[in-house]
C-alpha cells in the first residue's frame, strides 16, 4: 500500500546558516525518512519576506523578523513524505526556542522566539501559497 505524500515548504534561517547548523538540521530531516526535493542557498528581500509573512506584516514584532530574515544567506527546501508537514511542525518544536520542547530542532538549538532556526509551513494550503512563492517552477 503507497503512503500519501505531500510537500513543505522549508526554510532554514540565516541564525542556522551562520552558526554552522544547516547540515545538523538537514540531517535530521534526512535521518527522519524525508526527502529533499529542492534545495537553494538564497537571501530573502524586502518584498519576499512581505509575501512570505503576509498574516504577520502588521505585527509588532514583524519589523525586527523582516530584519533577521533578509539579514544573511538561509536554505529554502522543499521537503517530501507522508505527512511531512505535520511531521517537520513536530520536529521543530514550539516557536520560541526557550519553551520547546527537548528533543525537537528547536529545543536543542535556539534559545529565542525570533531566531529560532526554521520556518516550515503550517498546513496544506499555506505549503501550497509558500512553495509558490519559493519555487514556482516546481
Ligand atoms: P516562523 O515559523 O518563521 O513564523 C513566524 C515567525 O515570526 C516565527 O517563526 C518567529 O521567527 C517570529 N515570531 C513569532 N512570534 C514572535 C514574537 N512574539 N516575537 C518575535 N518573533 C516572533
Redesign the pocket.
Known amino acids: 500500500m503507497s503512503s500519501p505524500t505531500e510537500r513543505s515548504l522549508v ?1 532554514i534561517k540565516p541564525d542556522a546558516v551562520r552558526r554552522g547548523l544547516l547540515g545538523e538540521i538537514l540531517s535530521r530531516f534526512e535521518g527522519k525518512g524525508l526527502v529533499i526535493e529542492a534545495l537553494e542557498l538564497r537571501t530573502m528581500d524586502g518584498s519576499l519576506a512581505d509575501a512570505h ?1 503576509a498574516e ?1 506584516v502588521d505585527k509588532a ?1 514583524y519589523p ?2 523582516k530584519d533577521f530574515m533578509t539579514s544573511g544567506p538561509l536554505a529554502a527546501l522543499i521537503l517530501s513524505g507522508d505527512s511531512v508537514i505535520e511531521v517537520v511542525r513536530a520536529m521543530i518544536g514550539a ?1 520560541d526556542g526557550r519553551k520547546a520542547a527537548a528533543g525537537t530542532i528547536r529545543g536543542d538549538l535556539a534559545l529565542s ?2 531566531e ?1 532556526l526554521v ?2 509551513s503550517d498546513s496544506p494550503e499555506s505549503a501550497e501559497r509558500e512553495l509558490a512563492l519559493w519555487f514556482p517552477k516546481f
Open positions: 526554510l509573512y504577520h514584532f525586527p523578523l516557536t522566539n525570533r529560532n520556518h516550515a
